[in-house]
């Protein structure tokens, strides 16, 4: 059955720093993997999907994702982290439990940004 | 504007009652999803529904109800056989298909449930 783990339910970084939001994926079969950003009281919106066209993922407000089987890992990264970015992440994985339908998240991790 | 409409945006529930929270996309998608909220537990899967007049349960369908007459509409009641309602309730929609295990969810604003 697919799941992922994220590592840290919550991360504290300094304007400027390096983001990084860990996540761990168990899955039998090639996996399609998400990230997800939910800001307070609102919808969850797409920063990147892993579909196995490239390794190296990049999304929306310069995060990007690197997939590594090896480590069964699909960690987010941004190089400088602005105020903005202050949310929620979520790492999803597709299908399991038999559906192509069912999206399965972590337990997300929330991000502060310091000024 | 296209989009996920969810309403109301705050619904207080009493003991015994049944409430009903409303989805609609003007997205034209075929595939609906209702997931539950709980703080540092993500979102769980409650119902989906791939095509009109069809759903499936999810992983915790238990105390909840929708319907789909429509392709447009995904409502879901949360039954009084509900013990633990209280929570945020995301509905989102997606293009659906045979193949949609790398097409992305496209979520509404969310409802916010709580017991009174």
């Known amino acids: 059955a697919q799941s992922v783990t994220q590592l840290g339910s919550h991360v504290s970084v300094s304007e400027g720093a390096l983001v990084l939001l860990r996540c761990n994926y168990s899955s039998s079969v090639p996996p399609y993997l998400f990230w997800y950003v939910q800001y307070p009281n609102q919808g969850l919106q797409l920063l990147l999907k892993y579909t196995s066209a490239a390794t190296l993922v990049k999304g929306i407000n310069g995060f990007e994702a690197e997939f590594k089987k090896s480590e069964t890992s699909f960690h987010l990264t941004k190089p400088s982290a602005h105020m903005s970015d202050a949310a929620e992440y979520f790492c999803?994985?597709?299908?399991?439990?038999?559906?192509?339908?069912?999206?399965?998240f972590g337990k997300g991790t929330l991000l502060t940004v310091n000024p | 504007d296209g989009g996920i409409t969810q309403s109301p945006k705050y619904l207080f529930r009493k003991e015994g009652q049944n409430v009903t929270l409303s989805c609609e996309q003007n997205?034209?998608?075929?595939?609906m999803y209702w997931y539950r909220q709980d703080p540092g537990q993500g979102l769980r899967l409650i119902y989906y529904s791939q095509i009109v007049n069809d759903f499936q349960k999810g992983d915790i369908a238990e105390g909840y109800s929708v319907s789909r007459e429509k392709k447009e509409s995904f409502p879901l009641t949360v039954t009084s056989a509900q013990k633990n309602p209280t929570a945020f309730y995301l509905c989102?929609?997606?293009?659906?298909?045979?193949?949609?295990?790398?097409?992305?969810?496209?979520f509404g604003s969310g409802t916010q449930l709580s017991v009174l």
């Open positions: 999803a994985v597709k299908g399991g439990g038999g559906s192509n339908y069912k999206l399965t």
């Open positions: 997205l034209n998608h075929d595939a």
């Open positions: 989102a929609s997606s293009i659906g298909g045979t193949e949609p295990r790398n097409e992305k969810l496209f």
